[in-house]
């Protein structure tokens, strides 16, 4: 299941993400549950593929579109949910997670607002240390209701 980052989180920052994977109270908080996601403005898809196993290389694939005549600067997270402290949770997500990868896109000042921007992959090798139940997040931190992420599984 993905779940899209919707722009009500930037008035209530607290509803973001903490328990997001398992609380489905959040729909009020602008986020959307779906089995499958169609796209943005900039997220267009995601995969993460590999061996969902502690210490073991999984490769995130997230395909985004540059539509902004500025660089556009593309994070990707992930997080401990069930191990946050009290004080983790009052941080920021981008603040409290572990960075799988970033990349800026380069802007596009000539694209048109009625034109359809082409679809880029962003790859991102990566592990997870240690089993837990985690949230994997990509988000653009110059506006962040520019989000998209998932629950991840690590098995032992």
């Known amino acids: 299941m993905y779940h899209r980052l919707g722009l009500a989180h930037i008035r209530r920052p607290l509803c973001l993400l903490p328990g997001l994977a398992v609380d489905l109270s959040l729909t009020a908080c602008g986020v ?30 997230v395909s985004v579109s540059q539509v902004y005549p500025v660089p556009l600067r593309v994070v990707c997270y992930y997080e401990d949910s069930d191990r946050l402290t009290e004080d983790q949770k009052q941080m920021a997500f981008e603040e409290r997670s572990t960075v799988i990868g970033e990349t800026t896109l380069e802007p596009a000042p000539d694209r048109r607002p009625d034109e359809e921007a082409p679809v880029q ?36």
């Open 121 to 156: 992959a962003l790859i991102y090798r990566f592990s997870i240390p240690k089993a837990g139940r985690y949230f994997l997040a990509c988000l653009t931190p110059a506006a962040a209701e520019n989000g998209w992420g998932m629950p991840v599984t690590i098995k032992e």
């Open 32 to 61: 959307s549950f779906r089995d499958s996601f169609d796209g943005g403005e900039v997220f267009k898809g995601m995969s993460l593929l590999g061996d969902r196993r502690p210490g073991v290389e999984m490769t995130l694939d």
